[in-house]
């Protein structure tokens, strides 16, 4: 459906499609913030999720920035319908051998799988996996999916918390998108690749926090260490530390960029800014 949305962005003729488009396009892409850590769930044990669980959660911060880095140099020397047509020789790039090799990860689906290959070789229809045993589980499964997000986010007080953390942070990147351009363009008066080019101290901030995983996995096994000696509390607060640490890094970030934009002060000095809020 990304697919889809995007080729009327990259063919439209007038404002109205591109918005609208671009609504649909963005409504399909934003599937892959729901579905990732599930499938991620599915491929990894709870002790080894962490490491996978990086790299899945800095995507949707690296993607957004990259996009400027790239889209600059596309619309410098390019037509500007060319960064749709980028987007759907990525996409179709991407979409291809996810629909070839990515398999199913989901375990009621497996287990009805093997039930039904089971049946094939024995002939015998006693097979029968759990989901094809529940009456209610066809008519039940679109409802408790809707409303399980709901409910986890009104009564986990801790999944509401993080939640709110993700969606100020998301809304500040963004904010960025629109800051980068007026404040390079009308302070540094760099040209438009430039101003993509800016949004790498973002992309270097975060890279350098995946890499800090080890650090924090090493961490955890010492605080799991210290729980079988009885001395500590309960092991989900053990994933917590790298956040207390970012949610210091953001503000000293925030307050580095935006008091650091002058035309006397080195551009440099702010983009070391936003990194730091990348590393966050």
């Avoid at 961490?219 to 989900?236: D, F, I, S, Y």
């Avoid at 935006?258 to 070391?272: D, G, K, L, Q, R």
Wanted: aromatic share 16%.
């Amino acid at each position: 459906m990304f697919f889809i949305w995007t080729i009327p962005l990259a063919v439209g003729r007038n404002i109205e499609t591109l918005i609208i488009c671009r609504f649909f396009s963005g409504f399909a892409g934003g599937t892959f913030l729901s579905v990732a850590g599930g499938t991620v769930r599915d491929l990894f044990s709870r002790d080894e999720i962490q490491t996978p669980m990086v790299f899945v959660s800095s995507a949707p911060f690296i993607g957004p920035c990259l996009g400027p880095v790239l889209g600059g140099f596309i619309n410098s020397y390019a037509y500007w319908r060319w960064t749709y047509y980028t987007i759907l020789i990525w996409s179709s790039c991407l979409l291809l051998p996810i629909v070839f090799f990515a398999p199913e990860t989901y375990q009621p689906i497996l287990l009805r799988a093997k039930a039904e290959k089971c049946q094939g070789q024995t002939r015998n229809k006693h097979y029968k996996a759990l989901l094809e045993r529940s009456t209610t589980w066809k008519s039940n499964t679109m409802a408790s999916s809707l409303l399980r997000p709901f409910q986890l986010l009104l009564l986990e007080p801790m999944c509401l918390c993080l939640n709110l953390y993700s969606a100020i942070l998301l809304g500040i990147l963004y904010l960025f998108f629109g800051a980068f351009p007026l404040i390079f363009q009308a302070t540094y008066d760099m040209a438009l690749w430039q101003v993509g080019l800016t949004f790498l101290g973002i992309i270097v901030g975060l890279l350098v926090a995946a890499i800090s995983n080890p650090i924090w996995t090493r961490n955890r096994k010492r605080l799991l260490a210290t729980q079988e000696q009885g001395l500590t509390g309960e092991e989900p607060e053990y994933r917590l530390p790298p956040a207390i640490l970012g949610g210091i890094l953001i503000p000293i970030g925030l307050f580095w960029f935006a008091w650091t934009v002058y035309p006397n002060i080195h551009w440099i000095i702010p983009i070391m800014g936003s990194g730091v809020f990348g590393c966050g």
